[in-house]
């Protein structure tokens, strides 16, 4: 199944089932990056590349209270703030990529995060999950859905989708989510990756999900 295929009313009617469980199971799931404005969200999510957002909370508790403004992220020297954001992992291209982003804000948008898919998309750094994030979050913008590694994985396990690149399964996923859930849905897959529908071990048996995914281990 792929596609238009997915798309249909029993695919859809699962979908809203599983959002329904899933908002019982996490009625405060959110965002778990630290940040008061746009411009954090931006600094953060780059940051959360291939890094636990426990760890990007702790380095921008101090980071945030250094850097207040895009000009300030535009003008250190770079070496400076690799130091600053050096445990999040791969700082040298994160560092590259906040500097790179935040000089085009200086530039184009007198220092403010946009609003829209195609300027945010225009920043260094910036691809598609990040802005979808940034718009979701910061701004209550649905304009797609965030596919990290774990909203990939449980997509692909209850069968949401057949894909592995990510663009492509945000693409199942937005004929199949209802818009108005769209930034919701990522922070319950998140919430679920972490907690029972683990990487390495899913915990089928205590999963609100089981009666409703083709991969439970309690079906094999
Ligand atoms: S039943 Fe198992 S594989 Fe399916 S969502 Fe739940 S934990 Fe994940």
Not at 52 to 58: A, K, L, P
Request: glycine share 6%; with cysteine; hydrophobic share 40%.
């Amino acid at each position: 199944m792929k596609g238009e295929d997915l798309a249909s009313t029993e695919e859809k009617q699962r979908t809203r089932q599983i959002i329904a469980r899933l908002r019982k199971a996490y009625p405060d799931a959110h965002c778990s990056l630290n940040y008061s404005n746009p411009l954090e969200l931006l600094v953060a999510t780059i940051l959360s590349a291939q890094c636990t957002d426990e760890r990007v909370n702790i380095v921008t508790a101090d980071l945030f209270r250094k850097y207040r403004k895009a000009e300030d992220f535009a003008s250190v020297e770079v070496a400076e703030l690799e130091q600053d954001i050096r445990s999040t992992g791969f700082y040298r291209n994160k560092a590259k990529a906040i500097q790179g982003a935040c000089r085009l804000l200086v530039e184009r948008h007198g220092g403010r995060v946009p609003a829209t898919l195609d300027e945010l998309l225009e920043l260094p750094g910036v691809a598609r999950k990040t802005a979808n994030v940034v718009l979701g979050n910061a701004f209550g913008t649905a304009v797609g859905v965030v596919v990290d590694t774990h909203v990939g994985r449980l997509a692909e396990r209850l069968g949401l989708t057949a894909h592995t690149q990510p663009e492509k399964i945000e693409r199942d996923l937005m004929a199949l989510v209802p818009q108005k859930d769209w930034v919701d849905f990522a922070h319950l897959m998140i919430y679920h990756g972490r907690a029972v529908c683990k990487a390495r071990k899913p915990e089928c048996a205590s999963c609100v999900l089981e009666d409703l995914c083709p991969s439970s281990l309690l079906k094999i």
